[in-house]
């Protein structure tokens, strides 16, 4: 089995170029089709999140899951592999 891991915010930010890569990854026959769909894509809003009452260290701790998440996931097409 194969895992690709997906940016939402980079989905949102570059939606050509990601749904062009995706396209290819699943060896779609017309790709072009989901490509056209890059418009309805809309970025996430922002909501502050009140943590203290998370144990110390904890928020960081995803905070640096988070980037090493970032940094595997899916680049846009036109950069080579996994950011």
């Given at each position: 089995?194969?895992?690709q891991?997906?940016?939402?915010?980079?989905l949102?930010?570059?939606?050509?170029?990601m749904?062009?890569?995706?396209?290819a990854i699943l060896?779609?026959?017309?790709?072009?089709?989901?490509?056209?769909?890059?418009?309805?894509l809309r970025p996430s809003?922002?909501h502050?999140?009140?943590?203290s009452?998370?144990?110390p260290?904890?928020?960081?701790t995803?905070?640096?899951?988070?980037?090493?998440?970032?940094?595997r996931?899916?680049?846009?097409?036109?950069r080579?592999?996994a950011r």
């Amino acid at each position: 089995m194969r895992v690709q891991l997906l940016s939402f915010e980079t989905l949102t930010e570059q939606p050509e170029g990601m749904l062009q890569r995706l396209s290819a990854i699943l060896e779609l026959s017309d790709g072009q089709s989901l490509a056209h769909q890059a418009n309805t894509l809309r970025p996430s809003r922002a909501h502050d999140i009140d943590t203290s009452d998370l144990p110390p260290g904890l928020a960081d701790t995803a905070g640096e899951l988070h980037a090493r998440l970032l940094e595997r996931a899916l680049a846009p097409a036109g950069r080579e592999g996994a950011r």
